[in-house]
Structures are given as C-alpha cells and as structure tokens.
C-alpha cells in the first residue's frame, strides 16, 4: 500500500524530502499549466526508485501522478515506456486519477504477463472497478495459475459471490491441475467457496437514506 507525504516525510532523509518536494511542485504546476513536450515530473517519475530508495518508490510515484493529475495519455506513455517497476506504480495508482475505463489496455496487458509483481497490482481496485466479467474471472485464474495471492484481488467476495461460471472455471483447473499430478492452489479452494454463497444484496431505499 503506497504511503502518503506525512508518511514518506517521516522515513526519507534530508535530501530525498527536498527532491520529493521539488518533484511533486513540478507535477502541480504541470496540472496547472499544461503545455507541449513531456513536462519534469516524468523525468522525475523514472528517477524515483535512485533518489528516495526502492522500497519507497511505488508511494513517491503515486504521489506524482496524482499530484500531476495525470491523464490518459500521461500514464499510458509511462507505463508503456517504464520498467517493471514503473508499471506497477502506476497500475497501483490508476483508481485515484480520473480516467474512467480508459486504462483497462494496461491493466490486460499486466495480466497478460507472467511478472507476479504487475499482476497482483492489475486486481486491485482499478481492476476490480472495470474488469467486465470475462476478463475479471480470467484476472482470478491468473491470479491462481502464477501463485499471486488470492488477497490481492480487490473486491473478491463482492465479485466472486453467486459467480457459477466463475465456480465451473476453478473446477476445471482444479481437475487439469489434479490430473497433472500438480496441486491446487489453496486460494482456489477460499474462491471456490465464494461463488457458493450468495451476492450481497442491494441496499433498499430505506438503507440508502440512513
């Protein structure tokens, strides 16, 4: 989970809090002030891993790209042009900028992959907002089929409740995994078991005006 400035503030010393500040000014003056050319904060973006560590990485890039208000064509060049670890900065980030559907390319596209890292970070909460059925149940068996745990799909047990096809799906690669001589993941099992019970229901008028 990408931490927030107080947080980043607190463990980054002198120097990386300097160059962190002069970053994400550069990134709100380009969300104010958009003009041609590939604006500094991206430089910025691709050097943040060597200025305030790689464990702290993920949250400095996510505070760019909100910080910069960053659109469709931002994220895209960033993801397509970044490293592994670029690209998971900003599939962690996606729900938090104003992109609608938009992004679902770089979302299949990191489940595509078989980079443990990119496919926990497609079914979090942007995946989880604008996977349609087919490609949600697919982003769960990938999710299986690379050993990411089932804890990084967000909104599992909304999505997953009352799902048959989905439980034909996991039976399925249960049986081929069986008959391979393999073992079944244990996180098919937990799934499994919700597509069993039943969806949650909708909230009725009366709960909606509490």
């Not at 980043?8 to 000014?25: F, N, S, T, Y």
């Not at 390319?105 to 079914?123: G, H, K, Q, S």
């Not at 393999?182 to 509490?210: H, I, K, M, Q, Y």
Request: glycine share 8%.
């Amino acid at each position: 989970m990408p931490m927030n400035r107080k947080e980043l503030d607190d463990r980054l010393p002198k120097a990386a809090r300097a160059w962190l500040g002069e970053a994400l000014a550069e990134a709100a003056h380009a969300a104010s002030h958009p003009g041609p050319g590939t604006p500094p904060w991206e430089l910025r973006f691709a050097s943040a891993g060597r200025h305030c560590g790689l464990a702290h990485a993920d949250s400095v890039r996510a505070l760019l790209l909100v910080e910069a208000r960053a659109g469709l064509a931002a994220v895209t060049r960033l993801y397509e042009q970044g490293t592994a670890a670029e690209r998971r900065a900003v599939l962690l980030t996606l729900h938090r900028l104003d992109l609608g559907p938009g992004a679902l390319p770089l979302v299949e596209d990191a489940l595509r992959t078989n980079d443990t890292r990119l496919v926990a970070a497609a079914v979090g909460p942007y995946g989880a907002a604008h996977l349609d059925p087919h490609g949600w149940r697919h982003a769960v068996l990938k999710c299986l089929f690379t050993d990411v745990p089932v804890d990084a799909v967000d909104r599992l047990g909304d999505r997953a409740a009352g799902d048959i096809e989905l439980g034909r799906m996991l039976r399925d690669f249960a049986a081929e995994r069986r008959a391979a001589g393999r073992a079944v993941p244990d996180g098919l099992l937990t799934v499994l078991a919700l597509t069993a019970s039943a969806p949650a229901a909708a909230p009725t008028s009366t709960e909606e005006a509490r």
